[in-house]
C-alpha cells in the first residue's frame, strides 16, 4: 500500500488539514454523512499520491484541490445536481450552531447558500470561510482568478437578494448553465 510509504512528516500536515477539509466538504455536500465520505476520499487519494505533492505548495490547497475534484468527480457520476431539501439543511445548521449567534440568520443563510449554483458557492467559501486567496482558489477549482472574483461577486449579489426577500424562494435564476 503506497500510504504506508508516506513519510510520517506528510501523514502529520495532513491530519492537520481534516477539520477544514471536513468544513469545506460539507459546504459542498450539505450532508454530513456525504461530507465525511468526501473527506475519506480526499484523504486515501492524498495518501495514495504523496509522493506527488510539492512541499513548497500549501498542503491545505493541495487537499482542498483533491476534495473539488473528487466532489466533480461524484458530480459527474450523478449527472444530476441534488436539491437540499429544507429540512436536510436545518439539521445541517444545527449540528454547526453556535451559542450566542442569531439562529434565524444561520438558517436563512444557509438556505440563500443552498438555492447558489456549486459554481459560486464554492469560491465564495473558499475565500471568506477558508480564507484562501483568490489566486489559491483559482488554483484549487482550476478556474482563472478573474472567474473566481466574477463568481464570488454573482454569488455575493445573489446572496444580497436572497437574503433581502428581492428574489423569489427556490428561484432557479441563480443556477448558471455552463
Known amino acids: 500500500m503506497p500510504h504506508l510509504d508516506a513519510p510520517t512528516a506528510f501523514r502529520q500536515q495532513l ?17 454530513a454523512g456525504t461530507a465525511d465520505d468526501l473527506v475519506q476520499t480526499t484523504l486515501e487519494r492524498a495518501l495514495a499520491h504523496w509522493h506527488q505533492f510539492d512541499q513548497r505548495r500549501d498542503i491545505l490547497v493541495w487537499t482542498l484541490s483533491i476534495a473539488h475534484n473528487a466532489f466533480m468527480d461524484e458530480r459527474r457520476r450523478e449527472r444530476r445536481m441534488s436539491v437540499v431539501d429544507p429540512q436536510e439543511a436545518h439539521g445541517a445548521l444545527e449540528s454547526l450552531a453556535a451559542p450566542g449567534h ?17 459554481e459560486q458557492r464554492e469560491p465564495l467559501l473558499l475565500v471568506t470561510l477558508e480564507q484562501l486567496s483568490y489566486a489559491e482558489c483559482a488554483e484549487v477549482l482550476q478556474i482563472p482568478v478573474g ?21 423569489a424562494p427556490g428561484a432557479r435564476s441563480l443556477r448558471r448553465v455552463i
Do not use: C, H, K, N
Open 15 to 31: 491530519l492537520g488539514t481534516i477539520p477544514r477539509l471536513r468544513r469545506y466538504a460539507r459546504s459542498l455536500a450539505f450532508d
Open 102 to 118: 442569531d439562529v434565524g440568520l444561520r438558517l436563512d443563510l444557509l438556505a440563500a447558500l443552498a438555492q447558489l449554483s456549486t
Open 147 to 167: 472567474t473566481v472574483m466574477s463568481r464570488i461577486s454573482r454569488a455575493r449579489a445573489a446572496l444580497r437578494e436572497l437574503l433581502d426577500g428581492r428574489a
